[in-house]
């Protein structure tokens, strides 16, 4: 899989961190989409106040904390997983 741009602006954590942001956002505004809800609708779905369902609307992913997208993805019925990999012990 290739790798977003953000591992070509931060150090490899952080870019792990932000491209999932991203990704969450970017299901939120397709589940808000094709929802059919009003914001205000969302918004009392979601557990948030309406500009809340706004900055998703417009993709302002840095206004949202990893958990918090995974929450707000969790009340829209969206199932969010995390793949766990280690490298392979080195040969000493």
Not at 18 to 37: F, H, I, N, P, V
Not at 70 to 83: F, Q
Request: net charge neutral; hydrophobic share 40%.
């Amino acid at each position: 899989m290739e790798k977003s741009a953000f591992y070509d602006l931060y150090p490899p954590e952080e870019a792990f961190v932000m491209e999932q942001r991203a990704k969450l956002l970017m299901e939120l505004e397709t589940w808000l989409k094709e929802s059919g809800l009003s914001q205000k609708q969302a918004a009392e779905r979601l557990g948030v106040d309406q500009p809340r369902v706004s900055d998703i609307k417009n993709g302002k992913f840095a206004r949202f904390t990893l958990d918090k997208l995974v929450e707000l993805a969790t009340r829209a019925g969206i199932v969010a997983e995390i793949k766990i990999t280690r490298p392979a012990p080195s040969a000493a």
